[in-house]
């Protein structure tokens, strides 16, 4: 029977264990035995006790758990070759060749670089007497697939990644929270969100609860952005009648000059400026952490099964591919091809050329 290996990888996101799940599930209805792989790479790299088979009973009521059972780790060993050759001889020793890999974009590059270096840590395993040519020759091809699992919605090539719309339903909670102490004070609240250098989650969560003003990455503030912001919130207080102010500033908004942008300064604007008692929020791990939403359930189940799929019918020369979401379609695109293409977005930012950013995302945007 044909083994097959799953992982988590770097910052957990609700989703991970539907993944899991799914994969363990799908990997047994096809005949196949299914081995989790505890602590992300770090267990590929220790081996023993961190490899374990796992039954479809053992995955019950992990759909709607959050953060990842398996648990994760940002491996420093698997970084170097040598932790890369002990996590080839784990596999070999475990009889695993095929590997799902549920993670951001810097744990599914890690996995493309073991699979394209794998030929050669085989046969250097060989060579040191580690392993033997017999028991390589079975495992000569490892098909590695990727998930992307991350709340920060920063991959390209795919519409949602596995955890987003879980973060951004309890951001979302959590700043109605906000707005009803806001409301009863008339208070200002700036609360900031995560999403590493990507704005999905302030630019949605700041849409979804009618906020007042917003910063993100891809759009850093132009000149005169104070007086524009005071004035839009001085509006709505007074003729609209608002009695809560909300800003969301995104945990890698920058100006112009790649200057983080500050919570607190917005917060002293808005109290010398407008006189306007304000606190600032920032809701840190919250939005890590809880159930998976109902869409993080299904997208995790669909993804992990057509993951397994996938794992199965690659050819050594196929690219690896990453499952994506695309209009509604669970699709396979090649793995570097999407990592690339998100590095692409990021590089414009880091030059600051943030409107040829935004017209990567989104040909049709327009400054
Ligand atoms: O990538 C997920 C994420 O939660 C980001 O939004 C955030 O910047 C980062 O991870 C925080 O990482 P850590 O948990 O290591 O502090």
């Known amino acids: 029977r044909r083994r097959i290996g799953v992982l988590t990888s770097g910052g957990d996101a609700p989703g991970?264990?539907?993944a899991v799940r799914a994969v363990v599930r799908m990997a047994i209805h096809c005949d196949c035995e299914a081995y989790a792989v505890f602590e992300g790479y770090e267990g590929l790299v220790n081996g023993g006790n961190m490899i374990r088979q796992l039954h479809w009973e053992d995955v019950r009521g992990w759909l709607s758990r959050g953060g990842t059972l398996i648990g994760s780790a940002r491996s420093l060993a698997f970084r170097e070759r040598v932790g890369r050759m002990k996590a080839a001889k784990n596999m070999v020793l475990k009889g695993i060749d095929a590997l799902v890999v549920c993670g951001g974009d810097g744990s599914l590059t890690g996995a493309d670089v073991f699979r394209a270096e794998w030929p050669g840590l085989l046969a250097d395993l060989i060579a040191s007497g580690e392993l033997t040519t017999e028991q390589v020759e079975p495992y000569k091809v490892l098909n590695i697939v990727g998930l992307v699992g991350?709340?920060?919605n920063d991959m390209?090539?795919?519409?949602?990644?596995?955890?987003?719309?879980?973060?951004l339903t309890r951001i979302c909670d959590a700043v109605d929270d906000v707005f009803d102490t806001a409301f009863s004070h008339q208070r200002g609240f700036v609360i900031e969100v995560m999403g590493r250098h990507c704005?999905?989650?302030?630019?949605?969560?700041a849409i979804s609860t009618g906020a007042?003003?917003?910063?993100?990455?891809?759009?850093?503030?132009?000149?005169?952005?104070?007086?524009?912001?005071?004035?839009?919130?001085?509006?709505?207080?007074?003729?609209?009648?608002?009695?809560?102010?909300?800003?969301?500033v995104a945990e890698g908004a920058q100006d112009r000059q790649l200057n983080k942008v500050s919570s607190s300064k917005i917060k002293d604007i808005l109290t010398d400026r407008?006189?306007?008692?304000?606190?600032?929020?920032?809701?840190?791990?919250?939005?890590?952490g809880g159930a998976a939403c109902a869409y993080d359930r299904w997208l995790s189940t669909l993804q992990g099964v057509e993951a397994v799929r996938a794992v199965l019918e690659m050819s050594p020369q196929s690219p690896s591919p990453v499952i994506t979401i695309r209009e509604n379609k669970i699709m396979r695109t090649p793995l570097m091809e999407a990592v690339q293409a998100t590095k692409d977005v990021s590089a414009k930012i880091d030059k600051k050329e943030f409107?040829?950013?935004?017209?990567?995302?989104?040909?049709?945007?327009?400054?």
């Open 274 to 288: 407008l006189g306007l008692d304000t606190r600032v929020t920032i809701l840190g791990h919250t939005q890590r």
């Open 150 to 152: 991350s709340i920060d």
């Open 212 to 248: 007042d003003w917003m910063f993100l990455p891809e759009m850093p503030p132009k000149e005169g952005w104070e007086d524009e912001m005071c004035s839009v919130i001085t509006k709505n207080r007074t003729e609209r009648g608002k009695r809560r102010t909300i800003v969301i």
């Open 355 to 367: 409107d040829e950013a935004m017209k990567l995302r989104d040909p049709e945007f327009k400054e």
């Open 156 to 167: 390209s090539g795919t519409d949602a990644t596995i955890g987003c719309y879980s973060s």
């Open 16 to 18: 991970m264990n539907g």
């Open 199 to 205: 704005g999905w989650l302030a630019l949605m969560s």
